[in-house]
């Protein structure tokens, strides 16, 4: 087995990029984040900042507050912060050909022995390898939102993923506390993706039907699951566009009408209604309602 992962890239710092940039700095790793917004980026030091100095972190978290902070680094240019990289995530939105770019402009820059993972929900990295050479150290790494509380990350090869790669990637999300739920055998969705999408899909489908009210839906499902939370909620916490790309990324690979997401959706994010982010999807989240849009439900303190 190779070298250890010690330098972990970053390329994308939305929703999800800040998410595990807080999570993966925390977990004693160098860190270098890339986005091509500068608000963005910009957003994502304040929010990884707040979290390594005020937020509650996993007990195991090594070092104090300040060398976790010095560790980190926020680059405007992509080739800067996977020069020194042993693995690259990526984590920009979900168009399979932006991926493909994305994926290609770090093959071109990042060390060769440099893994590259993709954090895409429905994209398999099979998909997205051909832009790469190294086609044996390519990966979906798939984390869920909020880490904290979904703590486990799908992993799965590309066609020509080395067996080192696999492993290596396996031991890295252990190392970072997470629990690997390792694809067996190429499949949209993954391991958990696929299940919560069945979910997505019928609930989806009962509410543009009309069959019933959403609320009654996730009444439903807290009740039966013993969670706080319902389908619409989590959708809503996701984004509705974020919803709506992901289905379609289904409905493309099936062709099948009946994956095709209702245009009621549509008409949500046609109306700028994408969730928690905009103050309104499903439910109302105007503030002052307890949700952050960054995807955190209020934070613990540190003792
Ligand atoms: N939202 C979720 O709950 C969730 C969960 C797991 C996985 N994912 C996956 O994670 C990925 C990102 O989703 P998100 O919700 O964080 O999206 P997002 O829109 O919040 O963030 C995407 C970020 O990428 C940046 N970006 C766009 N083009 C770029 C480029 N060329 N180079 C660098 N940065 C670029 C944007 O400025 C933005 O900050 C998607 O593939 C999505 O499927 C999302």
Request: negative net charge.
């Amino acid at each position: 087995m190779s070298e250890k992962i010690k330098r972990v890239a970053m390329i994308g710092a939305g929703f999800m990029g800040k998410q595990i940039s807080a999570w993966v700095a925390t977990h004693g790793y160098a860190l270098r984040i890339y986005d091509n917004s500068p608000e963005a980026l910009e957003k994502t030091e304040e929010f990884v900042t707040q979290t390594v100095e005020f937020y509650f972190m996993p007990e195991e978290v090594q070092g104090d507050p300040k060398e976790v902070l010095a560790n980190i680094t926020y680059h405007d240019k992509l080739s800067e912060a996977v020069a020194d990289a042993d693995l690259v995530i990526e984590a920009v939105p979900e168009i399979l050909e932006l991926k493909k770019e994305v994926f290609a402009q770090i093959d071109k820059a990042a060390p060769s022995h440099a893994i590259i993972a993709t954090n895409s929900s429905s994209i398999p990295v099979s998909k997205i390898e051909d832009a790469v050479k190294r086609k044996d150290k390519v990966l979906n790494i798939h984390f869920y939102a909020p880490i904290y509380q979904r703590y486990m990350v799908d992993i799965m090869r590309g066609t020509e993923t080395s067996d080192e790669t696999f492993e290596k990637g396996g031991e890295w999300i252990e190392s970072i506390d997470c629990v690997p739920l390792k694809v067996m055998k190429e499949c949209l969705g993954f391991v958990f993706n696929r299940v919560w999408r069945a979910v997505k899909k019928e609930c989806l489908k009962i509410w543009a039907g009309g069959y019933a009210d959403f609320k009654d839906v996730d009444r439903g499902w807290r009740i039966f699951s013993g969670m706080n939370t319902g389908p619409f909620a989590l959708m809503d916490a996701v984004g509705l566009d974020v919803v709506y790309d992901i289905e379609m990324s289904y409905y493309n690979e099936s062709g099948n009408p009946d994956d095709k997401p209702p245009q009621a959706l549509k008409d949500m994010i046609d109306r700028g209604e994408l969730g928690m982010k905009s103050g309104k999807g499903f439910y109302d989240w105007t503030p002052p309602l307890e949700f952050t849009s960054e995807g955190f439900i209020k934070p613990k303190k540190k003792k």
